[in-house]
């Protein structure tokens, strides 16, 4: 049972057009989400996260918005340029970072690409 | 960001042989480290929670005689791959726990 699915493999945009990217999830425990960006074989880098009690926060050209009702996030990346290009996960944890039994959850990841 | 580094990045063994994976948190102190594996098309799943100075908490399904932890100080965490086989190729991930979780590059294993 996924906890966290990114439905969509894959996503294409022009450079300068925005890059919308899905998440959803099932547990209602889940409190604090995260973004990570990772390209091939290495690991993860932390992009950005919001806790449930914020529904945006924005960090550059990256936002993340939280629809806790609907159990759905999004990263919004404006302008999108080349160097974006990667996997995208979306992780879930049912603490914060600091907080005891915290650990997380991924989803599978999105591709994104961007052509120039 | 805070780094944290894996050695070695890539190691092809044969089938029955064991091996080990570090984990090192090079700028900061880790009490607790992950252990991930990733394969393809995957998300990254996380075997096993690793506190220092205590022993590793796996996750469910993931055997613990099989992939042994030991984080013996604050800066480093070891996953022993043991009696590899080719079903246990995949990339292994540790990520150490700071202000937020700090990955690994990550260790590609192939099991001949």
């Known amino acids: 049972d996924q906890q966290v699915k990114q439905n969509s493999p894959s996503l294409s945009v022009q450079e300068g057009r925005i890059s919308i990217l899905n998440c959803d999830y099932t547990?209602?425990?889940?409190?604090?989400f995260l973004w990570y960006k990772k390209y091939p074989a290495e690991g993860p880098t932390f992009l950005i996260s919001?806790?449930?009690?914020?529904d945006k926060n924005e960090d550059g050209r990256f936002t993340v918005f939280l629809n806790k009702s609907a159990k759905h996030l999004s990263l919004h990346i404006v302008p999108s340029q080349p160097g974006d290009s990667a996997v995208y996960f979306c992780?879930?944890?049912?603490?914060?970072?600091?907080?005891?039994?915290?650990?997380?959850?991924f989803g599978k990841g999105t591709l994104l690409t961007v052509n120039p | 960001g805070a780094v944290v580094s894996q050695h070695p990045s890539r190691v092809i063994c044969k089938s029955g042989t064991s091996v080990k994976i570090e984990c090192r948190s090079l700028?900061?102190?880790?009490?607790?480290m992950f252990w991930y594996r990733q394969f393809p098309k995957q998300s990254l799943m996380l075997m096993a929670t690793?506190?220092?100075?205590?022993?590793?908490?796996?996750e469910q399904g993931v055997e613990k005689d099989k992939f042994l932890i030991n984080h013996a100080s604050l800066t480093l965490s070891t996953l022993t791959v043991t009696s590899a086989h080719p079903e246990d190729s995949s990339f292994y991930i540790c990520?150490?726990?700071?202000?937020?979780?700090?990955f690994g590059p990550g260790t590609r294993l192939t099991v001949l």
């Open positions: 990520s150490a726990l700071g202000d937020e979780q700090f």
């Open positions: 547990n209602s425990m889940f409190d604090y």
């Open positions: 919001i806790s449930s009690i914020k």
């Open positions: 992780a879930a944890s049912e603490v914060e970072s600091g907080g005891s039994n915290y650990k997380l959850t």
């Open positions: 700028d900061f102190q880790a009490t607790t």
């Open positions: 690793s506190n220092e100075g205590s022993k590793a908490t796996y």
